[in-house]
């Protein structure tokens, strides 16, 4: 398992070794040894997984502290634009993203720790999303950020996904005004 930061340092990509052969694959998605070595040291209390059409986009959706979530993300079929939006107010990174392809065929994963918006938008038809959560949900944090907030200026590679209802009246970033009370742990 290779671990490798992205340009915000604390949202990292995980490659997983794969072992193929004529009969299939094989490989280790999750490992807390190898992931607490690598400075992820977290238990995973909630796993979710989703299945969408090509073009939906899920995001970008938060849950405020105490139940603020890390969330360990992987394509099982498919693929997706992943985005981590950086909402820890004494962040060097706050207010930045970072966006990763994930795809069924590379097999890697993102980790993205607590105080970020996440969202991601599905590049083919039927992918199968799945993450480990730290948190548990509680509807009362939840929280979320309108997908194409200009003060953001996220590069998504489709202009108009398919949005929930809710996720197409998020609010802006800047009307946020209970959230960025999160600060990095040390």
């Known amino acids: 398992m290779e671990i490798i930061p992205t340009e915000i340092p604390d949202v990292c990509i995980i490659k997983p070794k794969i072992f193929k052969d004529d009969r299939?694959?094989?490989?280790?998605s999750y490992s807390r040894e190898k992931l607490s070595r690598a400075g992820i040291d977290v238990d995973f209390v909630q796993d979710n997984e989703s299945k969408s059409s090509?073009?939906?986009?899920?995001?970008?959706?938060?849950?405020?502290?105490p139940?603020?979530?890390?969330?360990?993300v992987r394509v099982i079929k498919g693929a997706v634009f992943?985005?981590?939006?950086d909402l820890r107010q004494h962040s060097p990174w706050f207010g930045r993203w970072v966006g990763?392809?994930?795809n069924e065929q590379e097999k890697n994963m993102c980790w993205i720790p607590?105080?970020?918006?996440?969202?991601?938008?599905?590049?083919?038809?039927?992918?199968?999303?799945?993450y480990k959560c730290t948190n548990i949900y509680h509807p009362a944090s939840e929280g979320s950020v309108?997908?194409?907030?200009?003060?953001?200026?996220?590069?998504?590679?489709?202009?108009?996904?398919?949005l929930s209802e809710?996720?197409?009246?998020?609010?802006?970033?800047?009307?946020?005004?209970?959230?960025f009370f999160y600060n990095r742990p040390d």
């Not at 992943?82 to 939006?85: E, L, R, W």
Request: proline fraction near 8%.
């Open 67 to 72: 139940y603020a979530q890390g969330k360990l």
């Open 82 to 85: 992943d985005v981590a939006v």
């Open 24 to 28: 299939g694959y094989f490989l280790e």
């Open 100 to 102: 990763v392809n994930l």
């Open 146 to 162: 309108l997908w194409n907030d200009p003060q953001l200026g996220i590069q998504w590679p489709v202009l108009q996904p398919l």
């Open 54 to 65: 090509k073009g939906v986009l899920r995001g970008l959706h938060f849950q405020r502290p």
């Open 166 to 179: 809710k996720d197409q009246h998020a609010p802006l970033m800047c009307d946020l005004d209970d959230l």
């Open 114 to 130: 607590p105080g970020f918006a996440h969202g991601f938008l599905t590049l083919e038809d039927e992918t199968i999303f799945a």
